[in-house]
């Protein structure tokens, strides 16, 4: 349950700074990339332990995060490969694999794309 509180939370802060995050006409495709499934893990429950502190969310922050578990920021078009240890497998069409947990995907693809009909 405290799981899904902390989703939430995350979620609703996306909401609330969608409108300056991401224009629905023009998405921003970039994700962060972990080296390993743990490396995935620890960055999105660190993103967690942030918004539920109260800080406001942004991509300064959020590189900061991605530093510290030496996530990089992929800049082309990524998309689901595989799943390992719980988190997915993400090709950007070149050599670079990465990981994420499934909940930061779907948060990144909803800052993208929102809630279009």
Avoid at 8 to 20: D, F, I, R
Avoid at 86 to 106: E, F, K, L, S
């Amino acid at each position: 349950m405290r799981e899904v509180l902390r989703v939430c939370s995350l979620a609703a802060a996306a909401v609330v700074g969608l409108t300056s995050v991401a224009s629905p006409a023009q998405p921003d495709r970039r994700m962060f990339l972990c080296p390993t499934p743990s490396a995935a893990a620890g960055f999105w429950n660190d993103l967690i332990a942030i918004v539920d502190r109260g800080v406001h969310m942004n991509q300064s922050r959020a590189s900061q995060v991605a530093e510290q578990h030496r996530c990089w920021l992929e800049t082309y078009e990524t998309r689901p490969v595989a799943m390992l240890a719980g988190t997915m497998r993400i090709r950007d069409g070149g050599a670079n694999d990465g990981y994420v947990t499934p909940d930061y995907y779907v948060y990144v693809q909803f800052l993208n794309y929102g809630l279009r009909r």
